[in-house]
C-alpha cells in the first residue's frame, strides 16, 4: 500500500523562466501556450516528485496575504500562472512580455486534448459526487484516445482528516495519472496539492479551482466576451450574489493595494 510521507514537501524551485512579483509571491511571465507547453513537461516527468502547478487570482491575493501557508506552497510551485486580470495587470505595469490570462479552466480541455495524443494518463480530483466522473465522460467523448484514470469526489472535510488524505493519495499514485487536475477550492487544493501528493508522482497537479465543474456542466462559465473585457467575477457575482458578495468585498481593497504598488513601480521605472 502506497504510503506518503507529509514531510517530502518540494523545495524552492530552481528556474531560469523570468517572474514577476504581484502581492508576497513571484508569478511567471508565460502565455498560454508557453504554459501548457511547460505543464506538458513536467506531466511527461519519469522521475521525481509530482510537481504543482498553481493559477492566482484576486481572491487568492486575499488568501495569501492571510495564509502563510499558501505564501510557502506557492514559492515552492513549480509553475504560478496568472489566473485573474488584477494578477496580469500588475505583470503587465512591472514589465511583463506575455500577456493575457492563463486560466485553470482553459487549461483543463486545451492539456486533455494534448493528452489524448500524446498517450499521457489524467486525472480528475474534486467537485461533488459524480461530477469529476461525467467530466471524464465528456473530456473522453471530445477528445478520442484520452486515458482518465482516475475520477474521484472527495467527502467534505477530508482535508482534516489525515487518514482520508494518504487514501486521496495513494489513489493518485496507484491509478498513475501523470497529468492531475485538481478542484477542491483555494486555498484547500493548493495545501493538500504541497503536503500529500508531491510523492504520488511523477507527474504534476494542477489546481484548477472551478474548471472540472466547467467542464461537467455543473456550473456555467462566463460568456467569452465577458472573459475578454475582464468581467467574469461580475458573471459569477450576478449569478451567485449571496455566496460571492462577502468574498468580492474582502478582495477588492488587496486588490487595489497591489496593483497601486505595481503602478508606483510602473511610474518609477522598477520592472522587476
Known amino acids: 500500500m502506497y504510503d506518503p510521507d507529509p514531510s517530502a514537501q518540494g523545495e524552492e524551485p530552481v528556474t531560469t523562466m523570468t517572474t514577476l512579483p504581484v502581492g508576497p509571491v513571484r508569478v511567471h511571465d508565460l502565455d498560454f501556450a508557453g504554459a501548457s507547453d511547460e505543464v506538458l513537461k513536467l506531466a511527461a516527468a519519469r522521475s521525481g516528485q509530482r510537481a504543482v502547478v498553481v493559477t492566482p487570482n484576486g481572491q487568492h491575493l486575499?488568501?495569501?496575504?492571510?495564509?502563510?501557508?499558501?505564501?510557502?506552497?506557492?514559492?515552492?510551485?513549480?509553475?504560478?500562472?496568472?489566473?485573474?486580470?488584477?494578477?496580469?495587470?500588475?505583470?503587465?505595469?512591472?514589465?511583463?512580455?506575455?500577456?493575457g490570462r492563463v486560466t485553470g479552466a482553459d487549461l483543463l480541455p486545451s492539456l486533455c486534448r494534448h493528452a489524448a495524443s500524446s498517450g499521457l494518463t489524467v486525472g480528475l480530483v474534486g467537485g461533488k459526487p459524480d461530477v469529476a466522473a461525467r467530466a471524464a465522460q465528456r473530456l473522453t467523448a471530445r477528445y478520442p484516445g484520452l486515458k482518465v484514470t482516475l475520477t474521484h469526489s472527495p467527502p467534505m472535510g477530508f482535508e482534516r482528516d489525515d487518514e482520508a488524505c494518504r487514501q486521496m493519495a495513494a489513489l493518485v499514485a496507484e491509478a498513475g495519472v501523470q497529468l492531475l487536475f485538481l478542484g477542491l477550492g483555494a486555498p484547500k487544493q493548493e495545501l493538500f496539492a504541497d503536503l500529500w501528493l508531491r510523492s504520488s508522482g511523477p507527474g504534476v497537479t494542477l489546481c484548477v479551482g472551478a474548471a472540472i465543474d466547467f467542464v461537467a456542466g455543473e456550473q456555467v462559465r462566463a460568456p467569452e466576451l465577458w472573459r475578454r473585457l475582464g468581467l467574469e467575477w461580475l458573471h459569477r457575482l450576478l449569478r451567485e450574489p449571496r455566496r460571492l458578495s462577502g468574498r468580492y468585498m474582502k478582495t477588492i481593497p488587496v486588490i487595489c493595494g497591489v496593483l497601486v504598488g505595481a503602478g508606483v513601480d510602473f511610474l518609477c521605472g522598477r520592472s522587476r
Open 62 to 99: 486575499d488568501l495569501l496575504r492571510r495564509e502563510p501557508a499558501l505564501v510557502t506552497v506557492y514559492r515552492r510551485a513549480e509553475l504560478v500562472l496568472p489566473d485573474g486580470w488584477p494578477v496580469v495587470l500588475a505583470m503587465k505595469w512591472r514589465g511583463a512580455k506575455a500577456s
